[in-house]
């Protein structure tokens, strides 16, 4: 008896399920994905070999060729309480809703007094300002960069202990503390924040570089 030869057909594969997966995961990426925010300003570190990178939670320190001064501290609770606690201490009043797009903000470097106003300018006119900007003053008679230091210190501290009641917060959930100063600021300015750092008894803090051969930062 003949063999019934089966007709051949070319296989097929229907594609509409790993389309479906793939919109899927550009949505996931866009919900979970957190844009950084523009820095005021742009420094050039000094190179090295060290390739150990910062954890999310940040305390830094950016100084500029000119030797102005830049906070930032990642956390908006952390920011919110650091900011209530810094403006009863210079009698600044903010509203709820500077309170609130402080909170959510990046770096910044001007006076206490200066800031309602940086707070409520756009992205735009923030960028100008940033252009202008005299830093946090470090000054003896009026060091305001060591009460922000303080208060970040003491508001990571108090998120700390209410989200882990015994005070043993993972080393990966501590605030770490970290200066960024371009290669051509002077010395003395980088000293100047690192001494407000021992003085608020802080003793373990990273210089932020570039990786030899990586090229300029892009801030």
């Excluded at 930032?72 to 952390?78: N, Q, W, Y």
């Excluded at 470097?109 to 707070?119: C, K, T």
């Excluded at 202990?161 to 605030?175: L, W, Y």
């Excluded at 100047?192 to 030899?212: A, C, G, H, S, Y």
Aim: aromatic letters at 10%.
């Amino acid at each position: 008896m003949p063999k019934i030869k089966m007709p051949r057909s070319s296989p097929s594969l229907d594609m509409t399920p790993m389309v479906d997966l793939a919109f899927l995961l550009v949505t996931f990426f866009m919900l979970t994905s957190k844009f950084r925010a523009q820095e005021p300003v742009v420094v050039d570190p000094p190179s090295s070999s060290s390739q150990i990178l910062l954890p999310e939670n940040v305390m830094l320190i950016t100084i500029d060729t000119a030797g102005r001064v830049f906070f930032d501290l990642t956390g908006k609770d952390i920011r919110r309480n650091m900011l209530q606690n810094v403006a009863t201490k210079y009698k600044v009043t903010f509203t709820e809703q500077q309170y609130q797009r402080f909170a959510v903000m990046g770096t910044f470097g001007m006076p206490v007094v200066e800031l309602p106003a940086y707070i409520n300018a756009d992205e735009k006119k923030r960028t100008l300002i940033d252009k202008t900007a005299t830093g946090i003053p470090i000054d003896s008679l009026n060091n305001q960069l060591s009460d922000w230091v303080q208060e970040g210190y003491n508001a990571a501290e108090r998120d700390n202990m209410a989200k882990f009641p015994d005070g043993k917060a993972p080393k990966d959930k501590r605030v770490r503390y970290a200066i960024k100063a371009d290669g051509m600021t002077n010395y003395t300015k980088v000293k100047k924040v690192i001494d407000i750092f021992r003085e608020r008894q802080i003793f373990q803090f990273n210089l932020i570089t570039n990786l030899k051969g990586a090229g300029p930062a892009k801030g």
